[in-house]
């Protein structure tokens, strides 16, 4: 076996920080190598600091990094990629918000899983774009997909029959679909339309560059993230925090408020 080097670069998206001690910062990054990651930014937070500015939340940053005993430290960083359109722009600052919150939640500590890097990394990319409609459903769906929790949407979850087209149900506490005949106890239960259960179904197998062109009703778009909302609470036993400020924004955005302040910081 042999020992990984003291030092070593790593590209990483920001997570969260926190501040520690006088001056320094604790961060959770996510990487393409090494998964979560905590460590801690010396003096990060002094006005003369050459961190300051590139280990932001949300930021994709190259960091220089020496092994701690029980944290590693950063040394040097380099931001990659600001987003900067996500930040100004508070609704698609609440979806980025909502998605990292969501890595920290479901990503265990220092266990590499490249595909959760490359989504966290195109849902930003994506935010930063376009931020179409259907991005929220797919990142969520491929998220527990990668975290090893991909709903059951071709057979009953009860029975394992195969669905026949129809009026199907959908069990968060069991994580998949229902067919017609099945009614277990005690288990919440919630309305899935033929609808929903196909593009489930798509976002399951097509690429994002795909999905990102698919036109989605509103009804359907509301049937998906009730569904996914409860699958994650499920899943991460609790509410995701940055869901009450995602929906805030949302319901601002159909109401007028918030749209027109959004709609201001986006100009120029
Ligand atoms: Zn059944």
Redesign the pocket.
Same mark, same amino acid.
Request: a negative charge; charged letters at 20%; hydrophobic letters at 20%.
């Given at each position: 076996m042999t020992t990984p080097p003291k030092i070593y670069k790593t590209e990483a998206i920001v997570l969260k920080h926190f501040a520690i001690g006088e001056a320094d910062y604790l961060l959770t990054m996510y990487t393409p190598n090494g998964g979560k990651l905590r460590a801690v930014a010396k003096g990060a937070r002094r006005v003369k600091s050459k961190l300051g500015g590139h280990l932001e939340p949300l930021m994709r940053t190259s960091v220089l990094m020496t092994r701690g005993q029980n944290l590693d430290n950063i040394n040097q960083a380099e931001v990659m990629e600001g987003f900067r359109v996500v930040r100004e722009d508070l609704d698609r600052l609440s979806r980025a918000l909502y998605i990292s919150e969501l890595v920290d939640a479901i990503t265990p500590d220092e266990q590499p899983n490249y595909p959760i890097y490359r989504l966290l990394f195109e849902a930003m990319r994506s935010l930063n774009e376009n931020a179409a409609p259907s991005l929220m459903p797919y990142f969520q769906l491929r998220l527990l997909d990668y975290s090893g929790f991909m709903p059951e949407l071709y057979k @009953?979850?009860? @029975?394992? $029959?195969t669905l026949a087209p129809g009026h199907h149900r959908f069990t968060p506490d069991r994580g998949g679909s229902?067919?017609? $005949? @099945?009614h277990p106890l005690n288990v919440s239960v919630l309305p899935l339309s033929l609808d929903t259960l196909k593009v489930l179904r798509f976002l399951q197998r097509e690429t994002y560059a795909n999905i990102e062109r698919l036109h989605l009703e509103q009804g359907t778009l509301l049937e998906l993230e009730r569904l996914m909302e409860a699958l994650l609470r499920h899943v991460l036993d609790r509410e995701v925090k940055a869901t009450r400020f995602l929906n805030q924004v949302a319901q601002g955005r159909t109401s007028d408020g918030i749209s027109t302040l959004t709609a201001s910081n986006t100009k120029g």
């Open positions: @009953c979850v009860e @029975c394992g $029959s229902l067919c017609d $005949s @099945c």
